[in-house]
């Protein structure tokens, strides 16, 4: 509902890249963005990351990563992949003796980071291993932990040093007939990693991994992460996002999840509640009312856009894009779908009747609810409206009272251009007291 997944047609077009596959999940070539988050449990805890991973794909992540840093973390591995419902991929950092564990664990993805596992010999070796299996490859450059030889050839992390990184990598791939790959090229400066993933985007034709690493606790890390990925998936590049939070990685899969259909890339999973900032002619407590309805609404999953407004003078018309909502006037509630009123009901009943109303929008459809209308709603809602326009006019903030005060005020000084002549020494504000023309 709501019409999310034509908003994605508004974006630039996605570029085209290869398609791989992490277990049952696609990545580029046209597939859906996925999400992606990493669990922080020791992963030798076979329940409690299992217990995270369950509550990571609940939250939105369609792929899951866990660390492979000992024997014991792929051991756990062969017992979580196949109670997993995601995909998993082991992440490798120093030790290729732990990617060829983590294969044999029977992992559906691996992700190497090039700047600490360096050998060309084990690098291939583990390729070797993953192309006889059949499974991808990340290779993870970060701007943190860049191979020290590319370092000193571009004098930094810059994005050439990040796009090199993954190319000389993916070179010892092909030496071993290897392509199931993805890229990612991550920095926690937004600016470069867009800078890095655009070079990287017109460099290589593999799936990007887009990320902003290290970006933090909520909510910078959150703007920083939605700033880098937002933008590149505007450009139509990267299909497949993680969010690095210092915080519940539920939150990460959450984010990553919201950010997407947000953006119109996936279609909407769960519940999108809008509501107006309220202003002079707030009829309630919006941010009461909002708060109140995102608590009775969110556990439920539906996969609708809901508004809550202020008023009834501008808020039906303001939200007429929501799927449902509510608006306040007059101790009453009008609640609308698609923007045509459908009910009133008393002000202490509002969040009730949305609630009652999402359900039943949800399980019968726009066109049964919008047939079951209330007949004298419309009516009810639009008498409610012109009295409130009656009471408080088109300037419910006494605005204009305020500019007559300050213009008697001035006038009175003398000194103002509301005085109207704008001549005169005393005509302006730019005329000192002397009546000098203090103006250059
Ligand atoms: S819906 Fe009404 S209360 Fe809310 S911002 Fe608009 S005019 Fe103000």
Same mark, same amino acid.
Do not use: M, T, Y
């Given at each position: 509902m709501g019409g999310m997944e034509h908003e994605s047609q508004l974006l630039t077009p996605r570029r085209p890249t290869r398609q791989i596959h992490l277990g049952g999940v696609a990545i580029g070539g046209g597939a859906p963005v996925s999400v992606q988050s990493m669990t922080t449990t020791k992963t030798a805890d076979v329940e409690g990351t299992l217990a995270q991973v369950y509550a990571l794909a609940a939250a939105g992540a369609d792929i899951v990563r866990c660390t492979c840093n000992e024997q014991a973390a792929a051991e756990g591995l062969a017992q979580i992949v196949p109670r997993s419902p995601v995909p998993i991929v082991a992440d490798i950092h120093f030790h290729h003796e732990m990617a060829l564990a983590a294969l044999e664990a029977g992992v559906q993805g691996l992700r190497l980071n090039p700047g600490n596992l360096r050998k060309e010999t084990e690098i291939k070796q583990v390729a070797a291993e993953a192309r006889d299996r059949g499974v991808p490859i990340r290779i993870g450059v970060n701007a943190g932990s860049l191979h020290p030889d590319v370092f000193r050839r571009f004098g930094g992390a810059t994005p050439e040093a990040l796009v090199e990184s993954a190319r000389i990598e993916l070179a010892y791939f092909e030496e071993v007939g290897f392509e199931d790959v993805k890229i990612s090229v991550k920095a926690s400066s937004v600016a470069l990693m867009i800078a890095a993933y655009r070079l990287a985007s017109d460099t290589f034709d593999h799936p990007l991994h887009l990320g902003v690493t290290e970006a933090g606790p909520p909510p910078s890390g959150l703007v920083k992460g939605a700033a880098g990925i937002a933008t590149l998936l505007s450009e139509g590049i990267g299909d497949t996002i993680r969010f690095s939070l210092t915080a519940d990685p539920v939150e990460e899969a959450r984010a990553g999840r919201q950010l997407?259909?947000?953006?119109?890339?996936?279609?909407?999973?769960?519940?999108?509640?809008?509501? *107006?900032?309220? *202003?002079?002619?707030? %009829?309630?407590?919006?941010?009461?009312?909002?708060?109140?309805? %995102?608590?009775?609404?969110?556990?439920?999953?539906?996969?609708? %856009?809901?508004a809550v407004m202020g008023c009834v003078v501008n808020g039906p018309g303001e939200a007429r894009s929501a799927d449902i909502g509510i608006a306040a006037g007059k101790q009453k509630g009008h609640l609308f779908i698609r923007g045509k009123i459908v009910r009133v009901v008393p002000e202490s009943d509002m969040v009730d009747a949305l609630v009652m109303e999402a359900e039943k929008l949800v399980a019968e459809g726009v066109e049964a609810r919008l047939a079951a209308a209330d007949t004298s709603a419309e009516a009810e809602a639009a008498a409610d409206r012109q009295a409130l326009l009656d009471e408080g006019g088109s300037d419910p903030n006494a605005a204009s009272v305020r500019i007559e005060r300050i213009r008697h005020a001035v006038e009175k000084e003398g000194s103002g251009p509301a005085s109207g002549t704008g001549s005169g020494p005393a005509s302006g504000p730019a005329s000192d007291t002397d009546g000098n023309d203090a103006s250059p």
């Open positions: 997407l259909e947000a953006l119109g890339l996936r279609e909407r999973k769960g519940l999108d509640l809008i509501a *107006c900032p309220s *202003c002079g002619r707030a %009829q309630v407590d919006v941010i009461a009312v909002a708060k109140a309805a %995102q608590a009775a609404l969110e556990d439920r999953h539906l996969p609708i %856009q809901v």
